[in-house]
């Protein structure tokens, strides 16, 4: 699929779970809203078949908290 119709998907469903190669996949998110509580967005790319590092959406992210 081409960079518009991968963020097309995410944007319409919320979030996704797509192959990013043979062995991988990721879970796309289009707002925090699909997180959970102590996690953060952190953009997410991705190959498509017209570009090499497309900006789709975004991810979940823990928060870091150093324990000291």
Do not use: H, W
Not at 7 to 19: E, H, P
Not at 33 to 58: F, G, N, S
């Amino acid at each position: 699929m081409t960079c518009a119709q991968a963020q097309a998907i995410v944007n319409q469903r919320g979030a996704v779970v797509m192959s990013t190669g043979q062995y991988t996949y990721d879970r796309f998110v289009a707002s925090r809203a699909y997180c959970m509580r102590d996690e953060i967005l952190k953009p997410l790319y991705a190959p498509t078949r017209d570009t090499a590092q497309c900006p789709v959406a975004y991810e979940c992210r823990q928060i870091f908290r150093p324990t000291n």
